[in-house]
T-cell receptor
């Protein structure tokens, strides 16, 4: 299976600051990566699809200027939460799939973001 | 719209059997996944069904009925370490994964 590394695993930041989360595909080149957010006792919510070398595709209701995604290489995608507010506190997880059509999703370890 | 329903929480006894149901209504269907997620961790893959019937993998089995929009995950010989949330996810016609909210399974001694 694919190995996905996500960093940091947890972060606490002050309101108004920005936080960058990294997601690395360690053993294959991922042209697409997925960013999810998960609130306690809720489902994984897809925020955006990160595309290598092009703009990310954001889901409806997700502010692209607030959640900046950069996929500069085939092994690295970053999510930057800009001007963070307490309501942005959540569990953020990245995911990769080797392809579509029945291929499983592999997840990073997740990042627990707490904005104080 | 797209909808996946699972029970919010279930409780079972160590050594017993438990069945977690999942019903779905999605824009097309290309397959159904089950994942396990321990608290504070990322989900890990358990099973994949694309055809009707039962897929068995050790203590875990997964069943699919496409005509009924229904699946279940069956866990046998429950162990304390099976305490986790179990997520059902459907791959729609656009190959996107649509996730259920998960079922929190509590195992009691």
């Amino acid at each position: 299976g694919a190995v996905v590394s996500q960093h940091p695993s947890w972060v606490i930041c002050k309101s108004g600051t920005s936080v960058k989360i990294e997601c690395r595909s360690l053993d294959f080149q991922a042209t697409t990566m997925f960013w999810y957010r998960q609130f306690p006792k809720q489902s994984l919510m897809l925020m955006a699809t990160s595309n290598e070398g092009s703009k990310a595709t954001y889901e409806q209701g997700v502010e692209k200027d607030k959640f900046l995604i950069n996929h500069a290489s085939l092994t690295l995608s970053t999510l930057t939460v800009t001007s963070a507010h307490p309501e942005d506190s959540s569990f953020y997880i990245c995911s990769v799939r080797r392809g579509a059509g029945g291929t499983e999703a592999f997840f990073g370890q997740g990042t627990r973001l707490t904005v104080v | 719209g797209q909808n996946i329903d699972q029970p919010t929480e279930m409780t079972a006894t160590e050594g017993a059997i438990v069945q977690i149901n999942c019903t779905y209504q999605t824009s097309g269907f290309n397959g159904l996944f089950w994942y396990q997620q321990h608290a504070g961790e990322a989900p890990t893959f358990l099973s994949y069904n694309v055809l009707d019937g039962l897929e068995e993998k050790g203590r875990f089995s997964s069943f699919l009925s496409r005509s009924k929009g229904y699946s279940y995950l069956l866990l046998k010989e429950l162990q304390m370490k099976d305490s986790a949330s179990y997520l059902c996810a459907v791959e729609d016609s656009n190959y996107q994964l649509i996730w259920g909210a998960g079922t929190k399974l509590i195992i009691k001694p």
